[in-house]
Structure formats: structure tokens, C-alpha cells
């Protein structure tokens, strides 16, 4: 059964530090990595889409994948309270419009000011 | 001007009934999805349909239909209501690059 693996945390950093998070996936074929944010009581917001092996930066935020560990992270540069959430991890294993995300259980990220 | 609409945003309802959940949106996308979201925020897929086709269909129970009129629609009908139905049910819609954009979601409480 193809499984997405998140740390469901809380994890806690202070304003201003870097917040890893991080998600590991079993299916070898997967080809497309996606991170969502979600805040309570609202729907997933797509933050960051990795294909290829290594980092991808988008403003605050980089997305790094290592597929042959089967590993895919994000970093928060510069965290801020408002980027307290639910961020979820999500694996596709076609490429184009074909096949469907799966997605982890999330990992909590709260930011003290 | 909202790309994924889903409604209504709640739903209360008792055992045994048959609601509907509706879903449109305004991205010209060719596929659309259903999502679970249970009580310990797990995102699960039920559905979804490409060009008005069925391509997905993970193993749900059959008391939940997806009907779609139209690309730009997939209504979510679930008979029989059961305790464990009670969720947050999404919506999403994609096109092509496989980037999913969610609707803001459905309530379903079932007493």
C-alpha cells in the first residue's frame, strides 16, 4: 500500500527561525511531490510543487526532494506567526492529469512570536 | 470570484437520510475530485472524474454516488447517512500539471 509518512509534531519554533518539515513516501514510481498548507478549519492551499531532485525556492519557502532516499522536505526561511498550520505532504505517481495525490497526515507547525 | 465552489458549507442531517453535496468550478479544468477529510485531518481521495469519466474510484461505499452534468461540475450524492460519514468533504479541480486548487470544503454532521 503506497503510504506518505509526516511527523504529526506540533512543531514549535520561534519567529524567525527556519521550520523543517519533512515526509518520506514508499512508492518508488512517484514522480510528483506536493506541500499544502492548511489552517484550521479551512481548506489545503497548494504552497510548493518539487519533480526533480534537489532544492526549489519560492520565496520564504524551499522545497528539497531526494529520490533516492524517498524523501521530500520543506523549509520555512524567516518563520512568522502566520505560518502556523497544518502543512501536508502529498505524493502523485503518474505525471500530467493521471493518477491521484496521496497525502500524509500532516505535520502542525506552530510559530511563537 | 471563487475558482472551486462547493455547497452548502454545513450540513446537519440524521441517520438514514440522502443529501447531496455540489461542486462547481470556473478554472476550465478537466478534472475534478472528492476528498474526506475525517476527524484526525486525514485527506483522503473518494472520486474523480476526467472529461466527465469516472478514473478514479477508491473503495468507498456504494452509497456514495459522484454525478457529473458537466466538466465544470461533480455533485457528491450519499444515501443512507451513517454516523461515520461525518466529515469535512472537498472538492478539488485540476488541469493537466496535476496542481489540485480545493474548494473551502463541506461540514457533514450526521446525529
Known amino acids: 500500500q503506497k503510504e506518505v509518512e509526516q511527523n504529526s509534531g506540533p512543531l514549535s519554533v520561534p519567529e524567525g527561525a527556519i521550520a523543517s518539515l519533512n515526509c518520506t513516501y514508499s512508492d518508488r514510481g512517484s514522480q510528483s511531490f506536493f506541500w499544502y498548507r492548511q489552517y484550521s478549519g479551512k481548506s489545503p492551499e497548494l504552497i510548493m510543487f518539487?519533480?526533480?531532485?534537489g532544492d526549489k525556492e519560492d520565496g520564504r519557502f524551499t522545497a528539497q526532494l531526494n529520490k533516492a532516499s524517498q524523501y521530500v522536505s520543506l523549509l520555512i526561511r524567516d518563520s512568522q506567526p502566520s505560518d502556523s498550520a497544518t502543512y501536508l505532504c502529498?505524493?502523485?505517481?503518474?505525471?500530467?492529469?493521471?493518477?491521484?495525490?496521496?497525502f500524509g497526515k500532516g505535520t502542525k507547525l506552530s510559530v511563537k512570536p | 470570484d471563487t475558482a472551486v465552489s462547493q455547497t452548502p458549507k454545513y450540513l446537519v442531517t440524521q441517520m438514514g437520510n440522502d443529501k447531496s453535496i455540489k461542486c462547481e468550478q470556473n478554472l476550465g479544468h478537466d478534472t475534478m475530485y472528492w476528498y474526506k477529510q475525517d476527524s484526525k485531518k486525514f485527506l483522503k481521495i473518494m472520486f474523480s472524474y476526467n472529461n466527465k469519466e469516472l478514473i478514479i474510484n477508491e473503495t468507498v461505499p456504494n452509497r456514495f454516488s459522484p454525478k457529473s452534468p458537466d466538466k465544470a461540475h461533480l455533485n457528491l450524492h450519499i444515501n443512507s447517512l451513517e454516523l461515520g460519514d461525518s466529515a469535512v468533504y472537498f472538492c478539488a479541480s485540476s488541469q493537466g500539471t496535476a496542481l489540485q486548487y480545493f474548494g473551502a470544503g463541506t461540514r457533514l454532521s450526521v446525529l
Open positions: 502529498a505524493v502523485k505517481n503518474y505525471g500530467g492529469s493521471q493518477g491521484n495525490l496521496i
Open positions: 518539487i519533480y526533480s531532485n
